[in-house]
């Protein structure tokens, strides 16, 4: 199946707020709490379209697309060339997983579904610690030597950490490349230091999208080894039993049903301008839907191989778009959409992304 990319290119300067400033592990991406300006040359939409049942849509032609930024319709120019694919795996080896690990192991014989003949990957393992323990290479045989090295460490998972440093990898990767994290873990992040929003925003400007494989909680409930209970020190009376419950990113999420990209624009506003109080329950969540990745789950091995394979799937059968916007001058959050002219298939593509120098309304 043929990737069809319909590219352009965008110079635009936009404002991205990072992190408060922490003493970086070797080769680890300099955290500051200052303004900095970095420069893109494309908004890249990745666009998965199916018929009505589901089924994906090959062979469509470049005229038959139209993209919309905010509203506004964008010029498009097509280019037919297949990009090589640059993955960072990033497992969670946590103590909570343990159980789990010798199922990810298998991880090594699937990710040639993922990379590709041409492609690239590096594994990143994290607990409490991110550790590279394979940089960039095309060698199957060493990718899985590396996965099966991997072992439980401690209880802590820096889930959002590790996606913070899978981007930093990926940005210093050859620009032709598409850029891919594959993430392996809980959905529930564990004294990572930095945020959702900035890690959000540095994936979306260096046009990366994340997969996610969730590690069903059940089967971490199943596998886990128990610990001791610890006593509750609010009284049952002063418990909150579900009245009343504050706005949430993951409250808004139900409320707006996060399975359509438009109606997730609300939430990924809400992430972007209230930075200081909000507080995100599933990042990985997050990190899909808002980078145009897909979130999938498995409780047994043969669960893990099917999303390994509708992973490789999807990355084969979408159209990558690019474009220049017209509307750049519009700061805060741009929303994206894909229209396919004169059928009634479905383009699911990133709901948008953020552009520096304004806040969302």
């Known amino acids: 199946m043929k990737l069809l990319r319909l590219s352009a290119f965008l110079t635009a300067c936009v404002v991205v707020f990072a ?90 014989s699937l990710l040639p579904l993922v990379v590709g003949d041409h492609g690239e990957a590096a594994i990143i393992a994290f607990d409490s610690r991110l550790q590279v323990i394979q940089d960039f290479t095309t060698d199957s045989d060493k990718l899985k030597a590396a996965i099966d090295k991997i072992h439980a460490g401690n209880s802590s998972a820096r889930m959002i950490d590790s996606v913070d440093k899978a981007v930093y990898m990926l940005r ?30 540095d994936a979306q400007l260096s046009n990366v999208f994340v997969y996610t494989v969730d590690i069903s909680q059940l089967a971490v409930r199943l596998t886990e080894k128990p610990q001791e209970p610890r006593p509750n020190p609010i009284d049952f009376s002063g418990q909150n039993m579900g009245h ?44 899909t839907k808002g980078t145009g990745g897909e979130q999938f789950s498995f409780l047994k091995q043969r669960g893990l191989e099917d999303a390994i394979n509708r992973i490789s799937q999807q990355i084969r059968s979408q159209y990558l778009i690019s474009y220049n916007p017209a509307n750049k001058n519009e700061p805060g959050f741009h929303e994206i959409s894909v229209v396919v002219e004169r059928t009634r298939y479905i383009a699911k593509t990133r709901p948008g992304y953020w552009l520096g120098g304004g806040s969302a309304q």
Not at 28 to 48: F, K, S
Not at 96 to 101: D, K, S, Y
């Open 244 to 287: 009343g419950t504050p706005a949430t990113p993951t409250s808004v999420a139900q409320d707006f049903g996060v399975q359509n990209q438009v109606q997730f624009a609300p939430l990924l506003k809400e992430i972007y301008t209230d930075t200081k109080r909000i507080f995100v329950e599933n990042p990985a969540e997050v990190f």
């Open 172 to 201: 210093k990767r050859p620009p032709t490349n598409r850029k891919i994290v594959l993430l392996v873990s809980e959905t529930r992040d564990m004294a990572s230091e930095g945020k959702v929003r900035e890690t959000l925003i």
């Open 19 to 108: 992190q408060t400033p922490q003493t970086p592990a070797p080769g680890a991406p300099e955290l500051n709490d200052a303004v900095i300006r970095t420069t893109t040359t494309n908004i890249v939409a990745p666009t998965l379209v199916t018929d009505q049942n589901g089924n994906i849509v090959d062979g469509l032609k470049p005229a038959q697309f139209h993209l919309y930024d905010n509203g506004k319709e964008q010029n498009i120019q097509v280019d037919l060339s297949f990009e090589p694919i640059s993955v960072v795996v990033a497992i969670e080896t946590s103590s909570r997983v343990e159980g789990i690990i010798p199922q990810l192991k298998h991880l090594g």
